[in-house]
Nanobody
């Protein structure tokens, strides 16, 4: 059974850092693009970042560019989101999701609907 599990969330002060992990089980990530999304209370889920199956292509939302870095280790079947210079407005539940892309090693889907498998989320709270 395809499963994604996020970890690494927590409480951090503004300006601090966290690294989120998204571990896959039941399937190999080799043919999946992985996206990170977030949802704050009362707001819609929004895309944060995406990495292609090969890791050669990444995308970031404007509001995290220069602060967040997505990476993947296919040998460990895990994708990471390094979050630096965190702001209170980054407070949200963070989800990872997988989109099957076959042999398209450099493709990152732009629609949430393309991501068919989702984790349960990890809470990130940025507060002093």
């Amino acid at each position: 059974q395809l499963q994604l599990v996020e970890s690494g969330g927590g409480l951090v002060q503004p300006g601090g850092s966290l690294r989120l992990s998204c571990a896959a089980s039941g399937f190999t990530l080799d043919y999946y693009a992985i996206g990170w999304f977030r949802q704050a209370p009362g707001k819609e889920r929004e895309g944060v970042s995406c990495i292609s199956s090969s890791g050669g292509s990444t995308k970031y939302a404007e509001f995290v560019k220069g602060r967040f870095t997505i990476s993947r280790d296919n040998a460990k079947n895990t994708v990471y989101l390094q979050m630096n210079s965190l702001k209170p407005e980054d407070t949200a539940i963070y989800y990872c999701a997988a989109a099957p892309v076959g042999d398209s090693g450099s493709y990152c889907p732009s629609r949430k609907a393309d991501f068919g498998s989702w984790g349960q989320g990890t809470q990130v709270t940025v507060s002093s």
